[in-house]
């Protein structure tokens, strides 16, 4: 009698045991492609960010080279000029001036 008490007491707890971790295992399962998923999506959205950037900066590159290239065509168009040594500006050197650093404030 104590025996079989013995070993009912064994089989419960043994299948508690089983029951246990098969839920353990069943919810780390989904809890691991939960987590994969969402990575997923957070990578997705840095490559799209990453490549937005890219363009981005693409786009100031050119803004700045052309800006550099229209500084450097008015500080050639001063260099040529005959009146740049005095110390009043003709009415060209302020349109100059004006269009290298935009209207007054």
Not at 44 to 55: G, P, R, T, Y
Not at 63 to 91: C, F, K, Q
């Amino acid at each position: 009698m104590m025996r079989s008490i013995g070993m009912l007491v064994a089989a419960c707890a043994l299948a508690g045991m089983l029951g246990f971790w098969q839920g353990y295992q069943s919810g780390y399962g989904r809890a691991t492609a939960a987590y994969e998923q969402s990575r997923i999506e957070l990578q997705q959205d840095l490559f799209k960010a990453a490549d937005e950037l890219s363009v981005q900066s693409a786009r100031l590159a050119a803004s700045i080279e052309a800006r550099n290239h229209l500084v450097e065509g008015i500080e050639n168009e001063i260099r040529t000029d005959s009146n740049a040594g005095t110390r009043r500006p003709t009415s060209g050197e302020l349109r100059r001036l004006q269009r290298r650093w935009g209207p007054p404030p």
